[in-house]
């Protein structure tokens, strides 16, 4: 089974000041690691996916994240925030034989000042 | 807009009550996913329709059961209600699941549900 850890319950930053969420998982076969990010009274939208190739992997709206096998994480990263960027992001995780189930982590809130 | 729709989008009811939840995937869409997002469990994954059949199931309470109809939308239903079953029901929907390729997994707006 499959577990994911977002170390961070809460992310205050400023704008224009670079972020970093942080994101590790767990699990005993190969899986496929995702940031989706939910805006206040919204769905969840996908931000980015690592399923093979590259560790860094570029998403939409300026975020980033690179994928380390031997520290399980998956972190998230952006230069710099903007308000517009406040919002509940969360890693996940699925196996890669089992791509139908998605595991959440617990979310991080992260909250951009002006 | 993700082109996943859910109704209502509010819901309130009483404790021992059902109601049932709906979802239209994506045009084009075979797979529908619901998820169970509350205070205490975070985001939990329910169970899995594609095209009509049920795939996976998650941490589905038995008073709670879903279906998927032959134009793909999919009902989840919920009854005997409790006030801890108050949560964000959110539907997505995904082409097909191939074993061994991800296929993105586009969110609904969600339902959200107060037992009270």
């Known amino acids: 089974a499959q577990s994911v850890t977002q170390l961070d319950s809460q992310v205050p930053v400023f704008e224009e000041a670079p972020v970093e969420l942080r994101c590790n998982y767990s699990?005993?076969?190969?899986?496929?690691l995702f940031w989706y990010v939910q805006y206040p009274n919204q769905g969840l939208q996908l931000l980015l996916k690592?399923?093979?190739?590259?560790?860094l992997v570029k998403g939409i709206n300026g975020f980033e994240a690179e994928f380390n096998k031997s520290q399980t994480s998956f972190h998230l990263r952006k230069p710099s925030v903007h308000i517009s960027d406040t919002a509940e992001y969360f890693c996940a995780v699925s196996d890669q034989s089992r791509t139908d189930k998605l595991i959440f982590g617990t979310g991080t809130r992260l909250q951009v000042f002006p | 807009d993700s082109g996943v729709t859910q109704t209502p989008k509010h819901l309130i009811t009483a404790t021992g009550q059902r109601v049932t939840l709906r979802c239209s995937p994506r045009?084009?869409?075979?797979?529908v996913y619901w998820y169970q997002q509350s205070l205490d469990q975070g985001l939990q994954f329910l169970i899995h329709y594609y095209n009509g059949e049920e795939r996976a199931k998650g941490n589905i309470l038995e008073r709670f059961s879903a279906q998927q109809f032959p134009d793909l939308h999919s009902e989840l239903n919920l009854s005997s209600l409790e006030l801890g079953d108050s949560a964000l029901y959110f539907c997505?929907?995904?082409?097909?699941?191939?074993?061994?390729?991800?296929?993105?997994?586009?969110f609904g707006p969600g339902t959200r549900l107060l037992v009270l």
């Open positions: 997505a929907s995904s082409l097909s699941p191939v074993p061994g390729y991800q296929e993105t997994q586009y």
């Open positions: 045009s084009g869409d075979l797979s």
């Open positions: 690592y399923l093979s190739g590259s560790t």
């Open positions: 699990s005993s076969v190969s899986v496929y």
